[in-house]
């Protein structure tokens, strides 16, 4: 079997933003413990389903797995390497609050066989952070860096956030030359999308959220990428920049169609041509767990049709686009006549363009990715 | 002996505005009468139509025979015909009536004499139809009968003393309606020996007969063999079976006499040749004149009714075609529009047929449709003489060759408590009506009469009514004539480009504030797209008003990582949906409501 990437679900958080639609839940920290044991159970049971699995990479996402007592933390990476296959070289990436960032984590964490690490900034004003309703400050995040690099961290990722009501362009600036000054080697820049059934969505639906003028949202876009390129960042893909060789290779597993394994409530894989997902719920997750019951709760079986629609969709995240003739290799040219009608239509409507046999992007079309992937469908 | 055959005879049918309990009434009748057996007895067995249900209004006439011994020992046949509800089948409502000797007038015991009721009461008062009032819904908490007949009497004149006091619903007192029906109501008198003359009052389309013709026969007889002739149409047929209708079916007879109410079948294989009204006749020995009263349906409303899936084109036409096979009055020819592809161009009686037209395509045939604006048929004389009938404004000649215009008129008369007179006189007069007169027809109702062109009823006259009456006011029209008029086509203009689906006639002093609406409501109908989309509406090249449908800024799922996948597909697979709902014009995509959106300007 290919190498695979691991994800694992963390659905723990001191608080929950105002934005966060995420499976992540405050006031849990009495099921940690068990959170943990199920987690270490489900990756045997992955393990004596699929054997000794090579893993290249490993995300440990949330939620703020930061947030993780070390003991249980450890207790997952040992049970992660002693049932799989580690290459030398995986890529192991924990994401972290600025707010939950100590020296002996941090020394704790790099021990454990951490390399890389997700800092969740958002923003560099404390007044957006406040309305967000994030825990952590600017101070925080800055500090957050120092230790880590201290400790020997140094492949680093903040993930900021623009279109946000209430921030100004200048406000967006500021956050990027933050990021600019300090030794982050990768930036994942979101444009916000209010989420249904976050505390936001009920303000905007009241009319009391700043509306966010489109235009402006984009020249925060606009203006985070010519900033970070002349500042040596690749823009790989459409949210995220890095410094050469430091592009999340984890996160390219998902867009470039390669197998993933997730574990933990609410995680999703992708193995054998089949998507499945485990139950959300992280109690529930426990109980089937302990009661050796498989904890997925829906599968659905990728046909080769839809498999290349997914490359087409998800390999245009990508700025350098897909190759075609990769594709045409995999999946036999007949496959992709079936796109080529509508590869044209983008084309002549300027959102698609080849370069070689890569088709990509154009910058119009980094706008307007909907309409195209659309097409593909 | 004959005439003791036409004496235990009653031709009679039911008179009730929608929901005063009509179908009700009529099922209680058929149970009373033994015809069905509780066990058959499908809830208001004359609506057949599930759609009819739900309005709580019959589209096609029908008819039961009902066997009835009364008090007096005799056993009766009771032809019960059932008549359409609304002011768009008034013509096939007159020719009911004029198939019946006697009708039963059901009036609501709270609710009082509606309009329309009124006017079948008129028109069955004019066919000297002998009137049995009955007051319905006696049972319900707001009942106040003795008012009831008390207004009957002062509005139509009718004695009331002997009326029964009923609940069809309950069936409270049923009994009484069949004995009166037995007293009051006169029995048929026709010559039974003389040339057959018989009234086409319906008919229905049968896979395995043909048409069935509805027929009272008013002189003479038929029998299968016989070679009949069309009085008006002058088609010819032969007889192949006659015979009675019973609920749900029909019974077969050797002959049709006199007095009789029935069906002739003579493998007729198309409704158009057995119009509503027309004569029939026996070809081998022919009535020297045709009964009174045939009128050609006329279709008055007409708009373009196109498949949503452009693939299913012929499937609206396969449905179209089945629905003409019942109805005679339904026109359609093929037409094209630049925005909309291949479809229909259809006429109506009246805009309430042309809604149950397209709701019956929708439901019964499951199609999407794209309908357009109603048009009228305007008369275009050019300036050489030639003379158009105009019922698709995108056909409109250029106006340098036309020398004037002229558009329908219609006579309305309006039913109105008299505390909504000034805002309904204030409505008709904003739709170019001009003021006839006005009649109380008791203190509490007023009747006003207005002359006013047919298109200023066909948009949304009836929604302004009902909201300026709090829907109290009720509404009736007949075509009047042609009436010259300054009259204009308006286009409307997306990204540059003429939406001909979009285009509509409109008068001079209108146009401007239409126009204006329209770019308006557009601007809201149609969804932001890529690029800016100015919205135009001109006459001719001069562009009378203008808005802009911003561009939207960006379209982009942001963020899709493993556990999104799936849910991000969904949600592009939604936007999809809705992409593929849209029309194109030019670069510019359509919603199907836009289409529709001329209809609503007021409200």
Known sequence: MDPVGVYIHIPFCTKKCNY???????????????????????????????????????????GTPSLLPVPILSRIVNTLMQRFRLSEDAEITLEANPGTVHREKAAAWRELGFNRISLGLQAAQDRLLQLMG?????????????ILDKYGFHNLNADILFGVPGQSLEDWLETLDLLLQTKIHHISAYSLQIEKDTPWFKLQKKGELPYVDESLEREMYYQAIETLKKFGFHHYEISNFSKPGFECRHNLKYWTGKPY??????????????????????????????????????????????????????????????????????????ALDRHRAAIERMEKRNLLYFDGDMLRLTTIGLDYANQVWMEFL | ????????????????????????????????????????????????????????????????????????????????????????????????????????????????????????????????????????????????????????????????????????????????????????????????????????????????????????????????????????????????????????????????????????????????????????????????????????????VFCGIYPADGAKYTDLRDALEKLQLNDASLLFEAETSAALGFGFRCGFLGLLHMEIIQERLEREFNLDLVTTAPSVIYRVIKTDGEVLQIDNPANLPDISTIEMMEEPLVKASIMTPPEYVGSIMELCQERRGEYIGMEYIESNRAVLAYDMPLNEIIYDFFDALKSRSKGYASFDYELKGYKKSELVKLDIRLNGELVDALSFIVHESKAYSRGRRMAEKLKDTIPRQMFEIPIQACIGTKIIARETVRAYRKDVLAKCYGGDITRKKKLLEKQKEGKKRMRHVGNVELPQEAFMSVLKLDT
């Open chain 2, 1 to 300: 002996m004959p005439d003791t055959r036409q004496k235990r005879i009653r031709n009679f049918c039911i008179i009730a505005h929608i929901d005063h309990g009509k179908s009700t009434l009529a099922d209680r009748l058929l149970e009373k009468t033994g015809v069905l057996t509780a066990r058959e007895m499908e809830e208001q067995v004359l609506d057949t139509m599930d759609l009819e249900r739900e309005r709580g209004i019959t589209i096609k006439a029908q008819a039961a025979r009902l066997i009835y011994r009364a008090q007096d020992g005799n056993e009766y046949i009771l032809n019960l015909i059932d008549t359409p509800g609304h002011v768009d089948f008034n013509y096939e409502v007159s020719r009911s009536i004029a198939a019946c000797e006697g009708a039963v007038l059901v009036v609501d015991a709270s609710q009082g004499i509606e309009a329309q009721t009124l006017g079948n009461v008129y028109l069955a008062l004019e066919h000297n139809l002998e009137i049995l009032p009955v007051i319905n819904k006696i049972d319900l908490p707001g009942a106040r009968p003795d008012e009831i007949k008390q207004e009957v009497e002062d509005v139509i004149g009718l004695d009331c003393s002997e009326a029964p006091l009923i609940s069809a619903k309950n069936g409270v007192n049923i009994e009484s309606v069949l004995e009166n029906i037995v007293k009051v109501i006169p029995p048929p008198t026709g010559d039974e020996e003389a040339p057959l003359r018989a009234l086409i009052f319906d008919s229905l389309y049968d896979n395995y007969k043909g048409v069935i013709t509805h027929v009272r026969i008013m002189e003479g007889s038929v029998r299968a063999g016989q070679e009949i002739l069309m009085m008006n149409t002058k088609k010819k047929f032969i007889v192949t079976e006659v015979g009675y209708f019973r609920p749900g079916g029909l019974i077969p007879a050797e002959t049709l006499i006199s007095g009789d109410v029935g069906f002739i079948c003579a493998s007729i294989k198309n409704v158009q040749d057995t119009q509503v009204g027309d004569t029939i006749t026996l070809a081998s020995n022919p009535a020297k004149a045709p009964l009174p009263g045939y009128k050609k349906a006329v279709p008055m």
């Open chain 1, 20 to 62: 966060c639609d995420f499976p992540s839940y405050p006031g849990l920290e009495g099921i940690f413990h068990s959170y943990g044991e199920a987690v270490c159970l489900e990756i045997e049971r992955i393990a004596s389903e699929y054997g000794n699995i090579s893993v290249q990479t490993v995300f440990f996402g949330g």
């Open chain 1, 261 to 334: 394994i997730g574990v933990g409530a609410a995680a999703h894989s992708f193995i054998r041509d089949e998507r499945t997902a485990n139950i959300t719920n992280p109690a529930l997750y426990i109980q089937k767990i302990k009661a050796n019951v498989s904890p997925m709760i829906s599968s659905e079986k990728i046909d080769p049709e839809e498999k290349l629609s997914e490359r087409l969709i998800l390999g245009l995240r990508i700025i350098d686009g897909v190759s075609m003739l990769e594709l045409e290799q995999e999946f036999g040219p007949e």
């Open chain 1, 134 to 146: 994030r825990i952590h400050t600017r101070k925080m995040f800055v500090e957050s860096i120092e």
